[in-house]
C-alpha cells in the first residue's frame, strides 16, 4: 500500500521568507512523487514531480522539492514566499514498478497544507 | 486550450434524487479519474479509467457509478445521492492509463461542488 503524510495542517510564512511544506511518503518499492497547488475555486495544478536521479527538482513559479530516499520525504521549497503563493499543497505518491516509467494506476494524495504567506 | 471540463459546477439537490456530473477532456488523454475532496482527508479517488471501456474501483467508490463509452469523456452517476455525498468533486486526465506512463501529472477540472440535504 502507498500512503502520504503531510504532517502541518497549515504553515505561515512572512513575505521573502524562504518557505518549507513537508511531506513524507510510504511504498514497497521506489516513488514517483508530485507537489500540487490548489488556489481557491479552482482545481488542482501540477507543479513538480520526482521520478529518478537529481534528489532537487525544480518546478513551476520558483518552487522546487528536495526527495530524501533515507528519510522518506519530499519537502517542498522557495527561497523567497510571496503572498501569490497563498494556496493549499498536494503531496502526492505514486509506486514505481522499475525504470520504465511503469508504476501503480493510483495516485494517493496527502490531506493538504495550507499555506499562508504574510505581507 | 487543453483542459478538463467540469459541469455543473455547483449543485444543491435532494436526497434519492438521480445526478450526473459531467466530465470532458480535450488533450486526447486515456487515463481519466473521479477524487472527492473533504476537510481535513485530503483527496481520494472514486472511480479511474484507462481507456475507453476500462474502469475500476478507487479508494471509495460506494455509492457511485462511472462510464467510459468514449475517450474524451467520463461521467460520474450518482444514482441514490445521499447527504453523506456532499462534496467537492474533481476530474482528472493524464496521457496514459498504463502503467508505464505512471510518471506522467494529471490534470484537474475546476470541480464540482454537490450539496446533498
Known amino acids: 500500500a502507498q500512503s502520504v503524510a503531510q504532517p502541518e495542517d497549515q504553515v505561515n510564512v512572512a513575505e521573502g521568507n524562504p518557505l518549507t511544506v513537508k511531506c513524507t511518503y510510504s511504498v514497497s518499492g521506489n516513488p514517483y512523487l508530485f507537489w500540487y497547488v490548489q488556489y481557491p475555486n479552482r482545481g488542482l495544478q501540477f507543479l513538480l514531480k520526482?521520478?529518478?536521479?537529481?534528489?532537487l527538482v525544480k518546478g513551476s513559479y520558483g518552487f522546487e522539492a528536495e526527495f530524501n530516499k533515507s528519510q522518506t520525504s519530499f519537502h517542498l521549497k522557495k527561497p523567497s514566499a510571496l503572498v501569490s503563493d497563498s494556496a493549499l499543497y498536494f503531496c502526492?505518491?505514486?509506486?514505481?514498478?522499475?525504470?520504465?516509467?511503469?508504476?501503480?494506476?493510483?495516485?494517493?494524495f496527502g490531506k493538504g497544507t495550507k499555506l499562508s504567506v504574510i505581507p | 486550450e487543453a483542459q478538463v471540463t467540469q459541469n455543473p459546477r455547483y449543485l444543491i439537490t435532494v436526497t434519492g434524487k438521480k445526478l450526473t456530473v459531467t466530465c470532458s477532456q480535450n488533450?486526447?488523454?486515456?487515463?481519466m479519474s473521479w477524487y472527492r475532496q473533504d476537510p481535513g482527508l485530503g483527496l481520494r479517488q472514486i472511480y479511474y479509467s484507462m481507456n475507453v471501456e476500462v474502469t475500476d474501483k478507487g479508494d471509495v467508490p460506494e455509492g457511485y457509478k462511472v462510464s467510459r463509452k468514449e475517450k474524451r469523456n467520463f461521467p460520474l452517476i450518482l444514482e441514490s445521492p445521499s447527504p453523506n455525498q456532499t462534496s467537492l468533486y474533481f476530474c482528472?486526465?493524464?496521457?496514459?492509463?498504463?502503467?508505464?506512463?505512471?510518471?506522467?501529472?494529471?490534470?484537474f477540472g475546476d470541480g464540482t461542488r454537490l450539496s446533498i440535504l
Open positions: 520526482y521520478i529518478t536521479g537529481d534528489n
Open positions: 482528472a486526465s493524464s496521457l496514459s492509463g498504463q502503467a508505464s506512463y505512471s510518471n506522467q501529472p494529471q490534470h
Open positions: 488533450m486526447n488523454h486515456e487515463y
Open positions: 502526492a505518491v505514486r509506486e514505481s514498478w522499475g525504470d520504465s516509467g511503469a508504476g501503480s494506476y493510483q495516485l494517493t
